[in-house]
């Protein structure tokens, strides 16, 4: 069946300008993740989604960063005033529950010129 | 805080070799713990989920145990191929339901 997608798959912005990220699931699982994975650096979790509630959101890196999840499937991950920082690889996971084992997308590369 | 190492960072044999990749953990109070591989410019495969009961899970030439109490999980790959060059991750899961990532294992099979 079909896994994770993400979308786009590339996107380079300006500094200071807002971008939208786009995950959708794997159909029927009810937890979806976002990490990220900077240049050079480890992944790190940034907010999960349990159904459409998102109870963990400590990985946030700040005010600028926000996501959502609409009827227990996409998510959007929105990043608002860019900065160069943000620039790294975005992906999504989802998973049967929390229990289970969790399926990665292919992720969206940012850049942020 | 939950910290998650991996040994060796990078791994060069050559075709045919049986492998071993290392991962360590500091809290010993996980819910389950992920081997995943990632491909240059890719997302993550899952390899295998060991649930914190279990000690061990196979997956073809795959091997993955766990030793919970001492904070260990290692990676069997046997007569490795070039096709396994990639990078491996493990990851914990505690009770916070999020994935606490090691560094990666960046390991290259040679012909």
């Known amino acids: 069946g079909a896994g994770v997608s993400q979308s786009p798959s590339n996107k380079v912005t300006e500094k200071g300008k807002d971008v939208e990220l786009r995950c959708d699931p794997i159909?029927?699982?009810?937890?979806l993740y976002w990490y990220r994975q900077s240049l050079g650096q480890g992944l790190e979790f940034l907010i999960y989604?349990?159904?459409?509630?998102?109870?963990?959101k400590s990985g946030l890196p700040s005010d600028r960063f926000s996501a959502e999840r609409t009827g227990g499937s996409v998510s959007t991950l929105t990043i608002q005033r860019t900065q160069q920082e943000d620039s790294a690889v975005y992906l999504c996971?989802?998973?049967?529950?929390?229990?289970?084992?969790?399926?990665f997308g292919p992720g969206t590369r940012l850049t942020v010129t | 805080k939950q910290e998650v190492t991996q040994i060796p960072a990078a791994l060069s044999v050559p075709e045919g070799e049986n492998l071993v990749l290392n991962c360590s953990f500091t809290?010993?109070?996980?819910?389950?713990l992920q081997w995943f591989r990632q491909d240059p410019g890719k997302g993550l495969t899952s390899l295998l989920l060991?649930?914190?009961?279990?000690r061990e899970q196979t997956s073809g030439r795959l091997n993955a145990s766990l030793d919970k109490s001492s904070g260990r999980s290692t990676l069997y790959i046997a007569a490795s191929q070039p096709g396994d060059s990639a990078t491996y991750l493990c990851?914990?899961?505690?009770?916070?339901?999020?994935?606490?990532f090691g560094t990666g294992t960046r390991l290259q099979v040679f012909p």
């Open positions: 996971a989802s998973s049967r529950d929390l229990a289970y084992e969790q399926y």
């Open positions: 159909s029927g699982h009810t937890a």
């Open positions: 989604f349990q159904g459409n509630s998102a109870p963990d």
């Open positions: 809290d010993s109070a996980i819910y389950n």
């Open positions: 060991i649930q914190s009961s279990q």
């Open positions: 990851a914990v899961k505690g009770n916070t339901d999020k994935l606490i």
